[in-house]
């Protein structure tokens, strides 16, 4: 097993894989929690996943793939409509919170 980091300045990300013959395993960071682990303090993983071969894939939020509490994508596809529905969600607040305040939320 090989491990690689790349980071993404512009999603304000840094993933960590770790790649076998037929998967690899991410750890994904948020950039400030990943700078302050250089200090010695330890990283706390936003979500952990794994891509197969077939490119399914199951993702956890946080550091722990145990369990049953994950989404599976067996596309692509699959994994950005979680992050359209998250986004929908995060839109419809704006009707739902009567002290939504539009000058502080972008």
């Not at 929908?88 to 539009?102: F, G, I, M, P, V």
Request: charged share 30%; aromatic share 14%.
């Amino acid at each position: 097993m090989t491990e690689h980091v790349k980071h993404f300045p512009e999603l304000r990300f840094t993933v960590v894989a770790t790649t076998g013959e037929y998967d690899a395993s991410f750890l994904i960071y948020n950039d400030c929690e990943y700078e302050h682990s250089r200090d010695g303090k330890r990283a706390e993983v936003l979500v952990c996943g794994r891509v197969k071969w077939d490119g399914c894939s199951n993702w956890w939020f946080g550091d722990s793939d145990r369990g049953e509490n994950c989404f599976h994508g067996c596309e692509r596809k699959h994994l950005l409509d979680l992050g359209q529905i998250m986004a929908e969600c995060w839109d419809w607040t704006k009707e739902l919170c009567a002290h939504w305040n539009s000058e502080v939320a972008e």
